[in-house]
């Protein structure tokens, strides 16, 4: 009995090993790796040595460094906001009306990430720039007499992130509706319940796991994200990841860096819990 | 004889309590097609306020179509529907003053037993003390007393059943849409269940549409059947008359069972039918305004219980006992008249001493009077 238990848990240990070797070695140690520079102390021309230094960690409570984390989450926040807001109707549509060309509709949602994220971003600088299309289309139709500050702004930066992290949202949404049972929006009509009712009492609520899906798969990489600031967003809307870069990359300052990636882990960590907890969790139950 | 039943009006079945009864639902020529096919066929019903109004028949008849059409889930491709007196073409469901205990019940798994109850009546504007009170006695009625807090998905599929009910009876519509409500109980339940529905529809009033295809269950319900076949309607009536009278082959085949002579009508007189099948045998049948003339080919039929050992009778046949089968009550007997026609005979589980063996020869006899021409 023994011996079966313990060659059970040996099979599986086997079965698991080349998912925990891969996981351990690119995801752990680098982990445990920033853990250690977090508390390390950088050298004036880089490098580090390892020690215990708070006082990175208290370097990110200067006003400057809040300031830019604040922002971070009010734009990942605004995203997920946003692409909820476009992206239920999508996946309600697709998923109700879709027909016999929901999965057409589905694969057209995916060709997207069939490219590089960096060159998506870059065809928004093309479009949005000085001399882009979207100016050169306001001035030919005299929309405009000069070209308008499209690109460099917060607004951009927006734009941006709806336009990557949308498929994020539509697709963990279109999954929950999709198995949605029809003939629940029938009995909420035979009990008198308006379509706008029926929406909000039953279609929706029971679409909630998808919800708390695609937001947990937007706001997290969102909050994370310096490629589409750095291209779109000029230097108004630093955000934490392009801090961190900078830590890294320019200032050499990997200690505080390091610092500053598990402060944003943390904050993503503690975020999730309480979203989970508040929304999710009465939601979730017994569906 | 055939329109006769048609025409008859619900005092038969309900004491006469009313005979000038308001229409509670009014089918008139309701056709519904999916493409080529038709589902409910020409379909014209007066169910009376009130009343226990059954939709009877095999499954895929339309049963379900027609209850989604007076719901307003489908709307007729032909004829109109009104409830209440009041055309419901282009009303939305949410505007009809009816519920439906639905065949896959369609309970809403996100919420618990008591929510799923006073779904309705939170959107009627019910609330507070009403709404505890109205909503803790549905469950008392449905026996779901203390599971008001539970999820549905915790519940057996009997209760979910019985949560349904309650969802829908809560509301007290004008009219109830039963689409086999009884499906997923054991027996026991189910019996009780149909005792318990029949008290509650005579205590409150309130017009029932019941769908089964289980014959047994519609007999003892209802004040009316619909008996339906392939969307069309073969008759109207109550049980009794259902059952004494059937209008058809069909009809008789599906109510209760029956053997059924086919031959030709050899001769007709002063209500008196003889008819000669083509194995030679004559059954003597009184004809109850049916119009049938000589050397016509007919049917007539007589229900198993009607027929008995002996030779004493109008009818009397010599039979070869094939099989027999206990039944409790009655014991059911299989046999062969000398032609080869089956003849199937039921007899009270009284006497023990004489009952004959299989392969045995016995004479069956039975009374004009219990014979039956059938139409179709
Ligand atoms: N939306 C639809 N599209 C096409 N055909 C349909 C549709 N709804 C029902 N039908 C067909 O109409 C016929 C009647 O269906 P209905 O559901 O009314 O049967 P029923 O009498 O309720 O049967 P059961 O006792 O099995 O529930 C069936 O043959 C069914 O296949
Ligand atoms: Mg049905």
């Excluded at chain 2, 009816?98 to 609330?127: C, E, M």
């Excluded at chain 2, 059954?283 to 080919?297: N, S, Y």
């Amino acid at each position: 009995m023994g011996k079966g238990r313990h060659g059970w848990s040996l099979g599986l240990a086997g079965l698991l090993s080349p998912v925990t070797i891969w996981l351990g070695l690119f995801f752990l140690v680098p982990l445990l790796f920033i853990l250690a520079y977090s508390f390390g102390k950088s050298g004036v021309y880089g490098g580090i040595t390892l020690g215990f230094y708070p006082g990175n960690y208290l370097k990110v409570f200067n006003p400057l460094y809040l300031d830019i984390i604040v922002r971070t989450l009010v734009i990942a926040l605004t995203n997920t906001l946003l692409c909820l807001l476009l992206g239920y109707p999508l996946a309600y549509f697709i998923a109700f009306k879709g027909g016999r060309r929901k999965h057409i509709l589905i694969l057209l949602i995916m060709i997207p990430f069939w490219t590089s994220l960096l060159l998506r971003a870059y065809a928004w600088v093309v479009i949005l720039g000085g001399n882009g299309i979207a100016n050169r289309t306001l001035q030919f139709l005299h929309i405009t007499d000069h070209p308008l500050d499209l690109i460099f702004t917060p607004q951009a930066v927006t734009m941006g992130m709806v336009y990557s992290y949308l498929p994020f949202m539509i697709l963990p949404l279109y999954a929950a509706l999709e198995k949605f049972d029809r003939r629940l929006k029938e009995a909420a009509q035979d009990l008198g319940a308006s379509r706008w009712h029926t929406f909000w009492r039953v279609t929706f609520p029971l679409s909630m796991p998808g919800v708390i899906a695609g937001s947990i798969l937007v706001f997290i990489p969102s909050a994370g994200e310096f490629v589409i600031p750095n291209l779109l967003g000029g230097a108004r809307t630093v955000m934490v990841g392009n801090l961190i870069q900078q830590q890294f990359l320019e200032a050499r300052d990997w200690a505080f860096g390091s610092a500053l990636a598990v402060m944003l882990a943390v904050l993503l960590v503690g975020a999730i819990m309480f979203y989970v907890r508040k929304v999710g969790a009465e939601k979730l139950e017994g569906v | 004889m055939e329109e006769r039943h048609i025409k008859e009006r619900p005092e038969v079945g309900d004491a006469g309590r009313d005979v000038e009864r308001s229409v509670a639902v009014e089918l008139s020529g309701v056709t519904k097609r999916f493409g080529e096919f038709v589902a409910v066929d020409d379909l014209t019903l007066d169910i009376y306020e009130g009343e226990f109004f059954s939709l009877l028949g095999p499954s895929g008849c339309g049963k379900t179509t027609t209850l989604r059409m007076i719901a307003g889930f489908e709307e007729p491709t032909e004829g109109g529907i009104s409830v209440d007196g009041d055309p419901v073409r282009g009303v939305p469901p949410y505007r009809r003053p009816v519920n439906t205990v639905f065949q896959s019940y369609a309970i809403f798994p996100h919420l618990n037993v008591f929510d799923n109850v006073a779904f309705g009546l939170r959107r009627a504007g019910v609330k507070g003390e009403e709404l505890q009170r109205r909503v803790t006695d549905a469950c008392e009625m449905v026996q779901l007393s203390g599971f008001e807090k539970r999820k549905p998905s915790m519940l057996s599929g009997g209760q979910q059943q019985r949560v349904a009910l309650a969802r829908a009876l809560v509301n007290r519509p004008k009219v109830l849409l039963l689409d086999e409500p009884l499906g997923a109980l054991d027996l026991k339940l189910r019996k009780e269940m149909q005792l318990y529905l029949k008290n509650l529809q005579h205590e409150v009033g309130i017009t029932f549409i019941y769908v089964t295809h289980d014959q047994e269950e519609a007999l003892t319900m209802s004040d009316r059947i619909a008996v339906i076949n392939e969307g069309k309607v073969q008759q109207v009536a109550d049980p009794p008359t259902l059952y004494e009278l059937p209008k058809n082959r069909f009809v008789a085949d599906f109510i209760g069972q029956t053997n059924v002579f086919s031959g030709t009508v050899e001769s007709v007189r002063e209500g008196h039918v003889t008819l000669r099948t083509s194995s030679g045998e004559k059954v003597e049948v009184t004809a109850r305004g049916v119009e049938v003339e000589v050397g016509q080919e007919a049917h007539a039929a007589v229900r198993p219980e009607k027929i008995r050992f002996g030779s004493e009778g109008d009818n009397v046949s010599s039979t070869t006992i094939r099989q027999i089968v206990y039944l409790g009550v009655s014991t059911q007997y299989i046999t062969e008249l000398s032609g080869g026609e089956r003849l199937v005979l039921y007899q009270q589980n009284s006497r023990e001493e004489d009952n004959p063996e299989v392969g045995e020869e016995v004479p069956v006899a039975w009374d004009a009077r219990n014979c039956l021409i059938l139409g179709g």
